[in-house]
């Protein structure tokens, strides 16, 4: 079973910088697009930013300029870096990847990871 584990989130300062982790594991042939995601209260889920096999990244309007995903393949871990951060960064982050396993393709989430920006 293919499992990806968040961590790196927690309370942060307006205009911090902390990274969160996104660590793939179990067994798998590859991982095409890593996405990251978040949900703040009663607000629907949002694509933050996304990268692809080959490393092409995309990021929403909200991040783009402050924060930065990346992948580390020897560790099957993609990263968030995220700079400058606001309050309306608040959310819950989830990573979801294309995930090659058993011969199909599943979308695979991530349990979540909040991030609380405040003074």
């Known amino acids: 079973q293919v499992r990806l584990v968040e961590s790196g989130g927690g309370l942060a300062q307006p205009g911090g910088s902390p990274r969160l982790s996104c660590a793939a594991s179990?067994?798998?042939?590859?991982?095409?697009?890593t996405k990251w995601y978040r949900q703040a209260g009663g607000k629907e889920r949002t694509l933050v930013a996304s990268?692809?096999?080959?490393?092409?990244?995309d990021y929403a309007d909200a991040v783009k300029g402050r924060f930065t995903i990346s992948r580390d393949n020897a560790k099957n871990t993609v990263y968030l870096q995220m700079n400058s951060l606001k309050p309306e960064d608040t959310a819950v982050y989830y990573c979801?990847?294309?995930?090659?396993?058993?011969?199909?393709?599943?979308?695979?989430w991530g349990q979540g990871s909040q991030v609380t920006v405040s003074s």
């Open positions: 179990g067994s798998f042939f590859t991982i095409n697009y």
């Open positions: 979801n990847a294309d995930v090659f396993s058993s011969g199909r393709w599943a979308a695979i």
């Open positions: 990268i692809a096999g080959g490393g092409a990244t």
